[in-house]
């Protein structure tokens, strides 16, 4: 560690900023990937990917202890790699999409009949139940899909059926059996 220390000081402080930012940057995007698998029960990959997280931190942290106080641009990269870390977090864990989606449509009769077809077309399994709103008869309709298909999925619905469908997506954390379900 003491030469490590010994190398921050030898090269300009500078690159040390970016060296931090972009090892922050680093640390926050795995923590948000770390916190996605484990909510998705990966318990193993999510521990891996805390011990790299842990010893990034420990990497940036002993950088900035002795002078954080006293350098005011060192805490401003480190501020904008938490700031980007977080935001390329979210945007990387959209991107890899893991997880199951369950996908609750509401449909009239006539739109039901369209969604189904698609459904049945491209192999996707679903459940039908009659059911009663606001604007009389309706139909809910349960779809379970990954979560990387579903937008693709439901954007082919609202086409199909000109968009007259209420629809509620929400994560599926466990799931069992089911038509063209991967367990």
């Known amino acids: 560690m003491t030469e490590f220390l010994e190398f921050l000081e030898s090269i300009s402080p500078i690159l040390v900023w970016l060296l931090v930012c972009f090892a922050k940057i680093v640390e926050i995007t795995i923590q948000s990937l770390k916190t996605v698998l484990m909510v998705k ?24 202890i002795g002078t954080l106080g006293n350098d005011f641009y060192l805490l401003g990269f480190y501020c904008v790699g938490y700031a980007t870390g977080l935001y390329l977090g979210a945007t990387l864990e959209k991107k890899i999409a893991l997880g199951t989606s369950n996908l609750e449509l509401i449909a009239n009769d006539e739109s039901t009949e369209k969604i ?15 059911g009663y709103g606001s604007t009389g008869k309706m ?8 979560r990387k298909e579903a937008p693709k999925v439901l954007k082919e619905i609202r086409r199909v059926c000109d968009n007259h469908v209420f629809v509620a997506v929400s994560d599926v954390s466990k799931y069992t059996g089911g038509y063209g379900m991967v367990n």
Do not use: P
Not at 55 to 61: N, R
Not at 139 to 146: A, R
């Open 41 to 64: 029960g990966q318990s193993l990959r999510a521990a891996a990917l805390g011990f790299v997280e842990c010893v990034i931190w420990g990497l940036a942290i002993s950088t900035i």
């Open 116 to 130: 189904t077809a698609y459904l049945k077309e491209h192999g996707k399994g679903y459940t039908v139940f009659d």
């Open 139 to 146: 139909n809910m309709i349960f779809v379970v899909l990954s």
